[in-house]
């Protein structure tokens, strides 16, 4: 039974920092899920220096805004929103994501469908169409850590023992339980959080997902679940900063929940071990990140030429290059064309699924009807052209 403290279906709760073209994008995607439910969307600024807050103020005034004036962690703003929030479900989302028109309605049917359920999560697919293994989770142990970190768990990426981090034996598009989720799309009901609690705000950044929906799992009667039917697109890093700083706090993060739930359970030497494994992961990450900067500094980004704009219907607009319909997608070949761009107010679903089948074949882009904005993903990074 809904309770008349929480007047909506449902409260959408976006931490942002410094990325107001891609925030607007999300809005906008946002704003078109949510049609037909009573709902409410939070913006948490954590001190950004472009144009957020005002973009916010002048495109969005639907969005109840929260400026901390500083950047004050993932996990912080988080909480002051949740604490302000109210609808019955709660929808963790970043600024960097795309949502079909359904997916709020299909995360409610979710939890209506299953009221033990701790938090949900969803199919994940990044801006090159590649899926995303971090959409679902197994409880993060020391050996599943272990062969994630070593690689191994790509010898056999169904296995449930050496792919235990990712869940290897629930497909992509499966439905099962998984223990962790990620805090770029993680929905779970407001009860949850008097149950579970908030956020830990010990995590500056990162594993503070893991962390909080690891409670749900155990709080909750049934656990938390991975939907592979319900899919959004998450241009994965486009919301925080790849430098030395942000891959220290990844692993400060790392060590920080190993302290909390796992080294508890294992003697002085096995906890000395695998925070030096941990130390030794970071300064691999670092190096690694050097090289890709370095890789991604040769591939410079052009304006796409040969671009084939995806719209709703067939409306004849002034768009440069090719025009066709989501109806007729299918029978568009990707490489034929240096990008291309889906309209938000079509079927984004279908887009994904496109996306997915044609993944690295073309750039993809994203057009936004509210402002006029056409983002393309290219280089792990988003253009505005």
Request: aromatic content about 10%.
């Amino acid at each position: 039974m809904m309770s008349p403290r929480l007047p909506n279906d449902i409260s959408i709760i976006i931490v942002s920092y410094n990325n107001s073209d891609l925030l607007m994008l999300t809005l906008a995607s946002v704003r078109r899920s949510v049609e037909g439910l009573k709902a409410e969307v939070i913006v948490v600024d954590n001190g950004s220096q472009d144009d957020t807050l005002s973009r916010l103020r002048s495109e969005t005034p639907w969005v109840k805004v929260i400026d901390m004036g500083r950047n004050a962690g993932f996990s912080t703003a988080n909480n002051e929103a949740m604490k302000q929030c109210t609808g019955h479900i709660v929808l963790i989302l970043n600024p960097d994501t795309v949502l079909p028109r359904g997916t709020a309605h299909a995360i409610m049917a979710h939890f209506d469908d299953n009221p033990g359920c701790g938090a949900m999560g969803v199919r994940m697919v990044n801006g090159e169409g590649r899926y995303l293994g971090e959409s679902k989770r197994g409880y993060t142990s020391i050996s599943a850590s272990f062969f994630k970190l070593s690689g191994l768990w790509r010898l056999a990426p169904k296995s449930r023992t050496l792919n235990a981090y990712y869940i290897g034996h629930c497909p992509e598009r499966g439905v099962c339980h998984a223990p962790i989720l990620s805090g770029a799309c993680m929905a779970f009901n407001h009860d949850m959080i008097d149950q579970a609690g908030y956020f830990d705000d010990t995590y500056f950044m990162y594993s503070e997902d893991i962390d909080l929906s690891w409670r749900m799992d155990q709080t909750s009667s049934d656990g938390n679940s991975y939907r592979g039917d319900i899919s959004i697109i998450h241009f994965k890093g486009q919301s925080t900063p790849r430098d030395k700083k942000y891959i220290g706090y990844f692993y400060d993060s790392m060590l920080l929940f190993a302290a909390k739930f796992e080294f508890p359970k294992h003697g002085q030497l096995m906890n000395k071990v695998t925070a030096a494994g941990i130390r030794v992961a970071y300064y691999i990450a670092r190096l690694r990140s050097s090289i890709q900067k370095k890789r991604e500094k040769r591939r410079k980004f052009t304006p796409p030429q040969r671009v084939l704009t995806v719209r709703p219907d067939d409306t004849d607009v002034s768009t440069p290059g090719k025009t066709t319909t989501f109806a007729k997608l299918a029978g568009e070949r990707a490489e034929d064309y240096d990008a291309v761009v889906f309209d938000i107010d079509g079927d984004m679903g279908a887009a994904i699924e496109y996306m997915r089948k044609n993944e690295r074949r073309t750039m993809f882009g994203f057009h936004n009807p509210d402002n006029g904005d056409t983002l393309i993903y290219f280089n792990n990074g988003c253009h505005k052209i």
